[in-house]
Structures are given as structure tokens and as C-alpha cells.
């Protein structure tokens, strides 16, 4: 009986010989086995149902050793149950759990790992119920785990896509909101441009019919005259912002780097602003400063941005500003020349700063009434200066006046002391080129009637023709043109075509390209086709009068 007991077969049973106290004693004995042997199979039957389960399970005691492990726990942690029994529950689960809290909370439990015998962490959830039993109800706790790895991987993942539709969200946002205020400005820009270019129209068509009346003096005439090269002027700068704006907002706008001086370029506009305040009867005092003597002020860059950006801010400056100062200057600092614009006018307010720098903009609409323009000026200049290399910036104070600061790359030009023959400024009106014939070939005939009626004082003999071929056949046959005027394109042959013709056979005739064709290209290929110079349309008679004039320098009146 002991012998079967001890190999755990509980289902011997001691015979009964007839003997009270022996079989009193075999019944007990009998009833202790039936005892042990419904035990043991309760206890294999618990085991195999908790190791079944494809849950993270096991048992501890109230101090938190461990009593007993399922086999998922073994396979996924890596130990064996006889290396995790007995242990602390802190060998294989972190951080240390508070049983208490948990079964108040009656809820799964995240936030815990446990460590495999790798030393890895697995992401884990916690369900804690109490063990215990009828003579002992604080046994200790079952700890039921499950692999939550996949289930954090997705929701991070969710999260994210979650935070980039969040994010595209409001992108869409801000541009539905930089849609509409773009809307706006252009629908402001719009209404502010009609009354732009009608003003101008409206001064043109106005005189040009009131030029046709006989009764008209010969003052009132000239007059008339004035008033529709003025609104001319305006309303060919509204369209060449427009352009220039697009074309910079477009990505399009393109540079040219040449030789320029510094110096003459502000000579050349000085005498410019200088007229226009008198012209428009302001007490202003205009000024000037050097930061280079002539020959240093030598760079290479591109002159008409340079020039376009002076330009804009001196309007800006001039238009502000009633009476004061208005003060040009430059400096050269790291490399960099700084050009300062500074001005005593109406000056602009701190929260407007930016705004002035971007399309169809003013500091306030009364300015807009007040002042006029098309508010491109300023965001066609800090255009140019990114193009060039440089940034622009603005300090103010309302009512005191403004200073606009640009700067470009210095780079001097190291080949040459002396301006290009560009340069060379002429300071008068009037020629005598009696004798000098001029081959003028242009197909638009107004334009042609512009060019004879500048020319006309100067007593130059001028031979017209509106047809390439024919001006070919005429420079042949005369032998005695001292001077070519060409337009750049032409019905039959364009004027780059004549002029390569031309230099075939007479390398010193002086050739002049004037074009309606703005874009650096078209000025490069006349250049190359050896025309001497170039001008652009409209035609303006210091311009041309001047070019001319140093070809035809000695003959002056």
C-alpha cells in the first residue's frame, strides 16, 4: 500500500480480513487514498487548462513570488517554469505593480513590460484578479498578460497618419484662408488698376482729340503735347510692373550681368529725380552720397535691375514725402554693397512693414486714394533684390520718415578703371549732323514718323524704308550711310539678319537695334549681330538723340 501511494496510484485499496480495528483502520486508509487520487486529478486537470491558454498566465503570493507559470509564459519569455517559479515577480515584469490599485481600478492594466530571458521587453497588458480559497481568502493574485506589441505599432501608426491629416488639414486651412485674402487683393488690385490705367487713358485720348482742333495755339498744342507724353509714361511703367510682377511670381524673371558703374548709374538718375521734383513742385532736397570713387565703382551685375530697383524705392520716396529730404547712399560692407534709401515722409506703421513688400499692397487704402499707384513697386523690388543675390528691409517711423535698405553681392570689376562707352553722359539737347545720312528701317509707321520728327532738328538726312531687303539694297547703292537705325523685327528679314549682313562688308557703319522685345536674349543676339547699341520701344528722344550722338560726336550746335 505505501509502496503504490508513493509511485502515486491512489486507487489501491487495502482488503478488509474481517478485524475490526484493522478494518476500521483499512477504511480510513481506503478513504484517504479515494482523497489523494481526486486531488491529483483536479490538479493535473487545473494545470492543463491554464497551460492551454494562449495568454501570458501566472500565479503569485501575497509578497509577489511566483507559485506558477503556463506554458505561453515559458515560450514567449524564454525561461523554464522551474527558473521563474519561486522568483520575485520583478525578474521578468517591470515596473513593480501596485496590487492594490489595480483591483480597485478593475480595469486592463497598460504601461507594463515584460523582460525576456534576452533581456528584451515586450509591451504588455495587465488583468489582476485575487487567488484565493474558502480557508484562506488572501492567497495571492492571478496575472493574466497579453502581447500588445502589434496593437502599440498600429495605434503609433494611426496616430501618425492621424497627425498628417491633422496637419494637411489645417495646410488646407491656411490656404483656403490665403486663397480668399489673395482673392481679395487681387479683386482690390483689379478694381485700383481700372482706375489705374483709365486715369492715364483717359488724359491720352482726352488730348490727342483736342490736338485736332484748328483753333488750338501753338502753346496749347505743346501743351496738349506734354500731357499725353506724361500720361504715356504713366501708363507704360503700370504695364511694365504688371509684366515685371508676373514674371518674377512666375519664376521667369531673368538676370544679366554685365560691367556697370555704381556712380553713373546715379548720376543718371539724379538728373532724373532732380527734374521730376521740380516738375512736380515739391520741396524736397534730393542728395546723393558715394560710398566708391569713380574708377572703384566698377561692378559686375545686372545695371537695369539695379537701376528698376532705385527707381521704385526713389518713386516711393518722392511720391511720401511733401517736403524734407530725400538721401541716397551706399556702402560697401562684407563683400556686399548696401544701398540706403532714406527718406523724411509719412512714414509707414510697424504693422504694415511686411505687408508693403508683397503684391497689390499699400501701407492703407487712403494712401491708395491719396497718392495713386498700383502698390507693385515695392514687391518688384524685393522681387529683383532675391533675383540679384541680396535682401531688402525697411525701418520707419510714422509721420518721421523711412529708410529702405538693399544689398547685392559686390563684385568689382577688376579688367577695367574706365566706364564702358554706355556710360559717357551727354549734356546736350541739341546736334548739327547736316550732311550725315541715316538709314532708318522700321515697319510700324508711326514709330517711323516718331524717329524722322526727333531727328528732324538735327538736319540729318534721313532715308526710310519699311523693309529689310529694300534697306539692304539702299545701304549698297548709296555707299554714304553714316548710321543705321533697325528695328528688331521686321515683315521680311528681322534687323539682327541686316546687321550680320552689313558686318560682312562694313565693319564701322554704326548700327542701332530698337525693339518693342524687352528680354535680355533679344538685347544679347543684337548685340552679337553687330549692332553698336540698342533701345527700346517707346522710343525717347534723349535716349536716341544721345546714342546717336557718339557715333556723331564733334557735330553739336
Not at 519561486?86 to 501596485?98: M, S, V
Not at 483753333?215 to 504688371?242: A, M, P, T, W, Y
Request: proline letters at 2%.
Amino acid at each position: 500500500m505505501l509502496l503504490n501511494y508513493a509511485q502515486h496510484n491512489y486507487n489501491y485499496q487495502v482488503k478488509l480480513i474481517g478485524d475490526d480495528f484493522f478494518d476500521s483502520l483499512a477504511t480510513c486508509i481506503n478513504i484517504l487514498g479515494e482523497e489523494l487520487n481526486y486531488s491529483t486529478v483536479t490538479t493535473n486537470y487545473t494545470e492543463d487548462v491554464f497551460n492551454s491558454i494562449g495568454d501570458l498566465l501566472l500565479v503569485v503570493d501575497n509578497l509577489g513570488y511566483v507559485l506558477f507559470v503556463n506554458k505561453s509564459i515559458c515560450q514567449v519569455l524564454g525561461y523554464k517554469a522551474e527558473e521563474i517559479e519561486r522568483q520575485h515577480i520583478k525578474l521578468i515584469l517591470e515596473p513593480a505593480i501596485d496590487f492594490s490599485t489595480i483591483l480597485e481600478n478593475n480595469e486592463l492594466q497598460r504601461g507594463y513590460n515584460y523582460r525576456t530571458k534576452s533581456n528584451n521587453l515586450i509591451p504588455v497588458s495587465l488583468s489582476i484578479s485575487n487567488f484565493s480559497r474558502k480557508d484562506n481568502p488572501f492567497m495571492g493574485h492571478v496575472i493574466i498578460a497579453r502581447d500588445i506589441s502589434l496593437s502599440l505599432k498600429y495605434e503609433r501608426e494611426i496616430e501618425e497618419q492621424n497627425e498628417v491629416i491633422t496637419k494637411s488639414n489645417e495646410e488646407l486651412k491656411l490656404a483656403l484662408v490665403k486663397a480668399e485674402e489673395s482673392e481679395k487683393l487681387k479683386s482690390a488690385f483689379l478694381a485700383n488698376m481700372s482706375h489705374e490705367i483709365r486715369t492715364p487713358l483717359n488724359g491720352i485720348m482726352g488730348f490727342s482729340e483736342l490736338l485736332q482742333q484748328p483753333e488750338n495755339s501753338i502753346d496749347d498744342n505743346q501743351n496738349f503735347g506734354r500731357i499725353i507724353l506724361k500720361c504715356s509714361n504713366q501708363l507704360l511703367g503700370i504695364v511694365n510692373n504688371v509684366l515685371d510682377i508676373s514674371k518674377i511670381e512666375a519664376g521667369l524673371m531673368q538676370v544679366s550681368v554685365i560691367k556697370c558703374n555704381i556712380n553713373y548709374i546715379l548720376n543718371d538718375l539724379s538728373a532724373v529725380y532732380k527734374q521730376k521734383i521740380i516738375t512736380e513742385k515739391k520741396k524736397i532736397e534730393l542728395t546723393f552720397n558715394y560710398g566708391l570713387s569713380k574708377n572703384k565703382s566698377n561692378i559686375i551685375t545686372d545695371e537695369l535691375r539695379i537701376r528698376q530697383i532705385i527707381s521704385n524705392l526713389l518713386e516711393n520716396a518722392i511720391k511720401f514725402t511733401e517736403s524734407g529730404k530725400v538721401e541716397v547712399s551706399y556702402k560697401i560692407k562684407n563683400d556686399f554693397i548696401i544701398f540706403s534709401i532714406k527718406d523724411s515722409g509719412i512714414g509707414i506703421s510697424e504693422d504694415k512693414r511686411e505687408a508693403i513688400f508683397k503684391p497689390f499692397i499699400q501701407a492703407a487704402k487712403s494712401t491708395t486714394k491719396l497718392y495713386g499707384g498700383t502698390g507693385l513697386g515695392l514687391a518688384i523690388a524685393k522681387g529683383l533684390v532675391q533675383l540679384l543675390g541680396g535682401e531688402i528691409s525697411v525701418t520707419s517711423i510714422v509721420n518721421k520718415g523711412s529708410t529702405f535698405i538693399f544689398t547685392i553681392p559686390y563684385v568689382e570689376d577688376k579688367n577695367s578703371n574706365e566706364p564702358e562707352e554706355e556710360d559717357i553722359v551727354i549734356d546736350t539737347d541739341l546736334y548739327s549732323w547736316y550732311g550725315l545720312n541715316i538709314l532708318l528701317v522700321e515697319d510700324d509707321a508711326i514709330s517711323a514718323n516718331l524717329i524722322k520728327r526727333i531727328l528732324k532738328p538735327t538736319l540729318a538726312n534721313v532715308l526710310y524704308t519699311p523693309f529689310g531687303k529694300e534697306a539692304l539694297e539702299l545701304f549698297y547703292q548709296r555707299k554714304d550711310i553714316n548710321l543705321v537705325i533697325v528695328d528688331y523685327k521686321l515683315p521680311d528679314i528681322d534687323g539682327c539678319e541686316i546687321a550680320e549682313t552689313i558686318r560682312k562688308t562694313d565693319k564701322d557703319v554704326p548700327i542701332i537695334a530698337q525693339t518693342a522685345f524687352v528680354a535680355k536674349e533679344d538685347k544679347k543676339r543684337c548685340l552679337q549681330s553687330g549692332c553698336n547699341a540698342f533701345i527700346h520701344k517707346p522710343v525717347k528722344s534723349k535716349i536716341l538723340l544721345t546714342h546717336i550722338a557718339k557715333f556723331f560726336e564733334g557735330n553739336k550746335r
